[in-house]
């Protein structure tokens, strides 16, 4: 096979992406980006309201989008959702897993609907969406990729009353590992993006609770979304054909001291 020199193109022309918890902070800039770079957009998420002006503004900019409602603890709406989006925009070749919640209490303190939310949402949620997804692209017997979003909470844990959400964020690191190996054959690349803290709306009521924990970071900063750009697209590109089973961890240094 020959490749381009270099080999790093991030066209996306007449792929179809589908994105999680697509309706504000990490999840609305991956679609945006990827919509910008020519993929077709299946927006999911819970609010429709805020899914439907996103995909007008994708439209308006020359792209393309369609707003799907999505419970992602529903484990009918996960399982339909592929389809929905096949049905809208054509077959899904990208799956990004964003959706996620935190948990916001120390561990003793979780009621267990809180722990049985935290657990749908952040480790259910994505390990069903992504077989459902490859499931289809087996079937098809053409590639896919998926790009998990992991946090670096799975490696770091700093004590914030976020127990669960580390452990769960964690699965996600492990469960990209391992369908990666389960689905090489099939040309399904699994990977995953570990941010450390990045504005957004989650970030948001994090800063509410526990003060400003920039002062304590080596740069004193928040990560801006726009700084996960070239990772995103480099793992849904033909650049990285051959990488799968990686989780690229992006966090402005924040854990150094």
Not at 225 to 242: E, G, I, R
């Amino acid at each position: 096979m020959t490749y381009p020199l270099p080999n790093a193109s991030i066209d996306l022309t007449g792929q179809v992406a589908l994105v999680t918890g697509a309706s504000s902070g990490l999840g609305k800039r991956f679609a945006q980006v990827l919509a910008r770079c020519g993929a077709r957009v299946a927006v999911t998420g819970r609010r429709l309201e805020r899914l439907e002006a996103l995909a007008e503004e994708i439209i308006a900019e020359g792209g393309s989008a369609a707003p799907l409602a999505l419970d992602v603890t529903d484990a009918g709406q996960l399982l339909a959702v592929v389809g929905q989006a096949r049905d809208a925009l054509g077959p899904v070749d990208i799956l990004i897993n964003n959706a996620g919640i935190p948990d916001a209490q120390r561990a003793t303190k979780m009621p267990v609907e809180l722990i049985d939310r935290v657990l749908d949402t952040n480790l259910r949620a994505p390990y069903m969406l992504a077989c459902e997804f490859a499931r289809q692209r087996m079937e098809a017997k053409l590639p896919g990729r998926i790009v998990n979003i992991a946090s670096m909470a799975a490696y770091d844990y700093g004590g914030h009353g976020a127990a669960l959400y580390s452990v769960t964020k964690a699965g996600v690191v492990r469960m990209t590992e391992a369908l990666a190996v389960e689905w090489a054959r099939f040309h399904i690349n699994v990977n995953a993006i570990a941010p450390g803290a990045f504005a957004s709306e989650m970030m948001d009521g994090m800063l509410e609770r526990v003060g400003d924990i920039t002062r304590g970071f080596s740069r004193q900063r928040l990560g801006n979304p726009a700084q996960l750009d070239s990772t995103l697209l480099y793992l849904v590109s033909p650049a990285s054909d051959a990488v799968t089973g990686t989780c690229i961890k992006v966090d402005d240094g924040q854990g150094s001291r």
